[in-house]
């Protein structure tokens, strides 16, 4: 399928290991987005990838959280040291660019600190 | 395979009017389901259901859950030119990925 795929979609670490999450957006989306879902919890932005701009990072929780796009297209996002409350599901989205662009989600990456 | 449909994928209403947007889903071991609000780059969580035929209720908004039948609706009454968005609905499952459905645009006319 031509979907947004993330990768893996599980994942259990212990903690103060470091994690790398993987996204691969649909092909041409200019726009990419992280978010976290913890249990019950809303979606939670984190970071904002449009073309060659700077990204958006204000989401970011800690300075432990880190992302990168390569060539404009495959995100990873980096957790270092992991928190047992860093486990939630990470879900990246793209667009066709512009925040008002309708945002295709991926299946997520489920995170587990033990 | 896990799925969640939503209908209809785009709707458009006058301001007053009342609007229903659905989710169906197949979901193995289901343990949620949530719809958000999205217009610009971080949906709006809006509710959170987990059992059937208890209506949650926020304002205007409205959704209730059918287990059996496996769907879920998003009522909207009254409308307001800033209800217009992409209303999202997702289902998570246990030890398993969110799943969400491709979304519902509603746009609200003056």
């Known amino acids: 399928g031509a979907g947004v795929s993330q990768s893996p979609s599980n994942k259990v670490t212990e903690k103060g290991k470091d994690v790398e999450l993987r996204c691969d957006p649909i092909?041409?989306?200019?726009?990419l987005y992280w978010y976290r879902q913890s249990l019950g919890q809303g979606l939670e932005f984190l970071i904002y990838?449009?073309?060659?701009?700077?990204?958006?990072k204000s989401g970011l929780p800690s300075d432990r959280f880190s992302a990168e796009r390569t060539g404009g297209s495959v995100s990873t996002l980096t957790i270092q040291r992991t928190q047992q409350e860093d486990s939630a599901v990470y879900l990246c989205?793209?667009?066709?660019?512009?925040?008002?662009?309708?945002?295709?989600f991926g299946p997520g990456t489920r995170l587990t600190v033990t | 395979e896990d799925k969640v449909v939503q209908s209809p994928l785009s709707l458009v209403v006058h301001e007053g009017d009342t609007v229903t947007l659905n989710c169906s889903y197949e979901?193995?071991?289901?343990?949620?389901l949530l719809w958000y609000k999205q217009e610009k780059k971080a949906p709006t969580f809006l509710f959170m259901l987990?059992?059937?035929?208890i209506e949650k209720k926020s304002g205007r908004l409205s959704s209730i859950l059918d287990k059996k039948e496996l769907f879920s609706i998003l009522n909207i009454t009254a409308t307001q030119t800033g209800d217009s968005a992409v209303y999202l609905c997702?289902?998570?499952?246990?030890?398993?990925?969110?799943?969400f459905g491709a979304g519902t645009r509603l746009t609200v006319k003056p």
């Open positions: 987990t059992s059937s035929g």
């Open positions: 990838f449009q073309g060659n701009s700077a990204p958006d």
């Open positions: 997702a289902v998570e499952a246990v030890r398993n990925d969110m799943r």
């Open positions: 092909s041409g989306h200019t726009a």
């Open positions: 979901v193995t071991n289901f343990r949620s």
């Open positions: 989205a793209s667009s066709t660019g512009g925040t008002a662009s309708e945002q295709y």
